[in-house]
């Protein structure tokens, strides 16, 4: 278990759980999961893993981390599953024969908050392109994850579509703070700047200040989960049987409607969609 332990970078968040039967429990029946920030943040972790360990008995160990940093801890063999959202990377990822299988669990979308006195003029605008393109084109404060997160990842790919190239604005009006999405949604609220959000930690956050939505409803900006085993054959030490247990139970009827369920502040955060999935 130390070395497994080993080299991880962020705090475990415990929670037990089980889905097998208790017949076939052991001393070590617990799993590591390599997941987001935005699932811990968003308080889902915190409702659906006790009802998994009611189910059986298996104790989930949560690594939150990037999506970026969590798939290069599971290529390492540091966890048991994986439960991000970059749905090409993590499609990469099972190319290459890190994962064994990738599931659709749920979605949520994106969504770009700013100061309410709205210096970039978005005026709740649709259109994410031309939203992003006011922020650039006015040299307003945008603060950027910057840590190869799923939310990072689509944000550059979302600069892309507006065909700007932040990297030369880094330091200036762009800033890349290099933290998880709390403590980049603090950093905006505490210098009134643009950042782009998943919804759950938006309406789990608590720290707002000025802040508030002012684009949001393009398809674009859809935001996928996924989750994998890491591949028992590349890392023996992987517990197949536990790890499997956990998918079966999140993509199976029980996982998906505590999902539905969770809501925060009279809000769905996130939306099953396992069963609509093409494995």
Request: charged share 20%; hydrophobic share 40%.
């Amino acid at each position: 278990m130390k070395r497994r332990m080993f080299g991880f970078v962020s705090v475990f968040v415990g929670a037990c759980l089980s889905v097998l039967p208790i017949a076939q429990a052991t001393d070590d029946q617990s799993i590591i999961v390599q997941s987001t920030t935005s699932t811990q943040n968003s308080g889902l972790f915190d409702v659906i893993l006790p009802l998994f360990k009611k189910h059986s008995g298996i104790t989930v160990h949560v690594v939150a981390v990037g999506t970026g940093q969590a798939l290069k801890n599971g290529r390492n063999g540091d966890g048991d599953v994986l439960l991000v959202h970059a749905k090409s990377a993590e499609q990469t990822f099972v190319k290459e024969g890190y994962g064994v299988k990738r599931f659709d669990v749920m979605y949520n979308d994106f969504v770009i908050v700013g100061p309410r006195q709205d210096p970039a003029g978005l005026a709740r605008e649709q259109d994410i392109v031309k939203a992003l393109r006011k922020i650039a084109s006015t040299k307003a404060a945008f603060a950027s994850r910057g840590d190869d997160s799923g939310t990072n990842t689509k944000e550059l790919q979302l600069w892309k579509l507006a065909g700007i190239d932040v990297s030369k604005s880094s330091g200036s009006w762009y800033r890349e703070t290099g933290s998880g999405m709390g403590a980049t949604l603090n950093l905006a609220a505490g210098m009134n700047a643009y950042t782009l959000s998943d919804r759950a930690t938006w309406i789990a956050f608590e720290n707002k200040g000025t802040l508030e939505i002012l684009s949001e409803g393009d398809k674009r900006l859809f935001n996928q989960y996924g989750v994998m085993l890491i591949n028992p054959k590349r890392h023996k030490h992987v517990k197949q049987a536990q790890g499997q247990a956990f998918i079966g139970w999140l993509t199976g009827p029980r996982g998906q409607a505590a999902i539905a369920s969770y809501k925060r502040k009279g809000k769905q955060l996130f939306f099953p969609n396992a069963a609509t999935m093409t494995h």
